[in-house]
């Protein structure tokens, strides 16, 4: 499948930066199941510094504010060429080894809803594959697919409590209690074409376990899925924090908001990109 990918993000302040630099993880990258055809990143009131692969092999951007900006635009566009792996991802690639993912992190540290999510499904671990997909079923039933209610500070725990969360919440629930079954898991971040939608909120994020023999396997836990031609993994990390599209600093700039505005087609560009670009060519 021929993805199609038009993503802007757009900070305005009410009064100008003194000072910002930013981590972009944006740019996906050829991999198992994936081909970036072409890739590109347009900055407005900021400037690229430099560019490096993370401990997580993540292509990174680091950028920095232009000073006395009110307004920043990170655009990108991009065609990418996708397989259907039935969510095998293959083996373990990047700077830091597999126990790394076995570790918790303020994100995915298991407490006791977690504990008794996974100690009240009775797991055969003697099928780990088997193992996963029912606990990817179980998160899923445990917590309600609601926008607005968590954030991107909320930890498995508190999301597993509240019963209502989005795609980050279900993925950190299913890495928490895979760390507790001693299996590793970790967080990945990038893009889903949903069938009929081409306008989207936001990117779409899910989690991939480690099992002998195959390696990395997605569990798109929100649709009760593994990945398959519709996904583009852009980045990964041991929770959210990890793979975030972007973070970093910000130095005076007053009250500020943030817009984002994505676009997921199949095939070119389609008419509907066509008609929100600007006078330069950008997205709207």
């Known amino acids: ?24 993880r944006l740019r996906p990258k050829s991999t ?39 307004e920043v635009v990170v655009t990108c566009r991009g065609t990418v060429r996708t397989a259907d792996s039935s969510g095998v991802v293959g083996e373990h690639t ?17 407490g006791p809803g977690v504990r008794a999510l996974v100690a009240s499904l009775d797991l055969d671990q ?7 997909h029912r606990l990817s079923h179980a998160v899923r039933e445990a917590i309600d697919y609601v926008s607005g209610v968590t954030d991107t500070e909320t930890s ?13 919440d279900h993925a950190h629930v299913f890495i928490s209690a895979g760390r507790l079954l ?18 989207q909120e936001a990117g779409h994020g899910w989690a991939e376990a480690y099992v002998k023999g195959l390696g990395w396997v997605g569990f798109d836990v929100s649709n ?18 990890e793979a975030a599209p972007v973070t970093g600093i910000t130095l005076g700039g ?14 070119g560009v389609s008419q509907q990109q066509q008609q929100q670009r600007g006078p330069g060519g950008s997205p709207q």
């Open 94 to 110: 990047g700077h830091i080894p597999l126990w790394c993912f076995l570790r918790a992190t303020p994100l995915t540290r298991a």
């Open 254 to 267: 007053g009250k500020g908001e943030l817009s984002v505005h994505l676009l997921v087609d199949e095939g």
């Open 32 to 70: 198992h199941g994936q081909e970036v055809v072409e890739w590109a990143t347009h900055l407005e009131g900021a400037q690229r510094e430099a560019e490096y692969d993370d401990q997580h092999h993540n292509r990174v951007e680091l950028v920095s504010i232009t000073p006395g900006t009110c």
């Open 224 to 241: 009760g899925i593994s990945p398959d031609e519709r996904y583009i993994r852009v980045a990964s990390g041991c929770d959210y924090s």
């Open 156 to 168: 498995a725990e508190q999301a597993l409590a509240t019963g209502r969360g989005v795609c980050q």
């Open 182 to 199: 001693d299996i590793p898991t970790r967080y990945v971040g990038g893009y889903l074409k949903i069938e009929g939608q081409v306008r």
């Open 1 to 24: 499948m021929l993805l199609t990918i038009a993503h802007e993000t757009r900070y305005s302040f009410s009064e100008g930066v003194a000072h910002g630099l930013q981590r972009l």
């Open 126 to 132: 003697s099928d780990p594959l088997a193992c996963l």
